[in-house]
């Protein structure tokens, strides 16, 4: 499916495929989430080059590899990285490979597509609303042969980064209060990530009433109308503040609220993504005199290879449920309803199934 223009239903097109380097890997797509960063280029919230295949979240098989790929083998079972890492950078040495900004690896993101004889972005390397996906060998993580793919497809992006925000970047500990704004896919798994940590409560914020219902039956022990999160605060803290807030949404008025509802000396974590253009305001004395926390979240600061494992195997024994947050499963060309349907808040993920 091709993205052509902001606010224009994606178009399915065939495209060519160059040839793999030696550092590559060629895989075919078994099944794409559909996360709300996808829907960001269509709402024209992010410029990106055009056209462009969307789809970041995501398993398949792998196909064909470079003469250089040693980690994976053709028929290997993979679930795609969108921050694939050169290993050798600043950040990748500091253990810290969800930060690599290698423009190479960057740039081959549109080098790999064509469509009437012009070069096609993958989205973020990966590019799953379409058959087949080249990536450097570091955008593969191996899983078991037995994992279900559509399962496996979700910890690509919205389980990893909502999952990672909670015990990776906040680093929430055992026994404490967490409030977490928006219950979609992130967000779930936010609540998922917080009830593994062991938080105390979890009050999850959302603005469907059935994402409420939802919330609460994946470890929430909360859930709440916008409206009611002051009294809550008060309720559920003693109006302290929460130990931590999570921003699963990318508005501004709710990044500055996971803010104010977070204790002193407590920590709020934005996960959620909004424009450039937008701002948010703290003055100049809140800063120091709260000591505050405030972290931004990429990918769950996920070191990719270890914890897609560690998903996994809290999955495998029951601890982080995969299964409930698969609310359709889809067909390429429905991709264009799914949007609606994410717009419309009624699904936590739909997944694309290629066969
Ligand atoms: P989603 O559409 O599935 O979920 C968003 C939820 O927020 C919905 O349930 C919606 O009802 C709720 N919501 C919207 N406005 C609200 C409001 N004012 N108050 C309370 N709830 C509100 O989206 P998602 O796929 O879960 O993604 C969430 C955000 O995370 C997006 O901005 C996405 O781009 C971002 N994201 C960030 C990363 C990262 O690495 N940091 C990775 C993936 C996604
Ligand atoms: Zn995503």
């Known amino acids: 499916a091709i993205y052509q223009k902001p606010h224009t239903p994606l178009t399915i097109e065939d495209v060519e495929l160059s040839d793999l380097r030696a550092d590559e890997v060629l895989v075919r797509t078994v099944c794409s989430g559909v996360c709300h960063s996808d829907m960001h280029f269509v709402d024209g919230l992010w410029a990106l080059p055009m056209p462009a295949v969307l789809g970041h979240e995501a398993s398949g098989v792998v196909e064909r590899v470079g003469a250089n790929v040693g980690y ?3 028929g290997d ?3 795609m990285s969108f921050k694939p890492f050169c290993g050798q950078c600043y950040y990748c040495i500091r253990g810290e490979a969800h930060l690599c900004n290698d423009p190479g690896l960057a740039a081959r993101g549109a080098q790999h597509l064509k469509w009437q004889g012009k070069p096609v972005l993958q989205m973020a390397s990966v590019g799953s609303f379409s058959e087949y996906m080249i990536t450097p060998e570091s955008g593969v993580v ?3 042969a037995d994992m279900p793919m559509a399962e496996a497809a979700l910890i690509g992006c919205g389980v990893m980064t909502g999952v990672g925000a909670a015990i990776n970047t906040a680093q929430i500990k055992p026994g404490s209060s967490v409030i977490i704004f928006g219950a979609g896919g992130v967000g ?7 009830r593994i940590a062991g938080a105390a409560e979890i009050v999850a914020v959302d603005k469907v009433d059935s994402k409420l219902e939802l919330a609460l039956k994946f470890g929430a022990t909360h859930a709440i109308r916008p409206e009611a999160v002051e009294s809550t605060k008060a309720s559920v803290t003693g109006g302290e503040g929460f130990d931590y807030a ?3 949404v990318g508005h501004p008025a709710l990044i500055r609220q996971s803010f104010d509802v977070t204790r002193r000396g407590g920590t709020a974590v934005i996960v959620g993504v909004g424009r450039l253009t937008e701002e948010v305001k703290f003055n100049a004395f809140e800063m120091f005199y709260h000591e505050k926390n405030l972290k931004g979240s990429m990918f769950g600061s996920a070191n990719v290879r270890l914890d897609f494992d560690r998903l996994l195997r809290l999955w495998k024994y029951g601890k982080l449920d995969l299964e409930g947050m698969i609310s359709r499963r889809i067909k390429l060309g429905e991709v264009n309803e799914a949007f609606r349907a994410m717009q419309q808040g009624e699904v936590i993920r739909s997944v694309i199934e290629y066969s």
């Not at 779930?188 to 917080?194: E, F, P, R, T, Y």
């Open 246 to 248: 999570i921003e699963c």
């Open 142 to 144: 191996k899983i078991p």
């Open 77 to 79: 079972r993979v679930i």
């Open 188 to 194: 779930i798994a936010a609540i998922q990530g917080a």
């Open 72 to 74: 994976v083998k053709p």
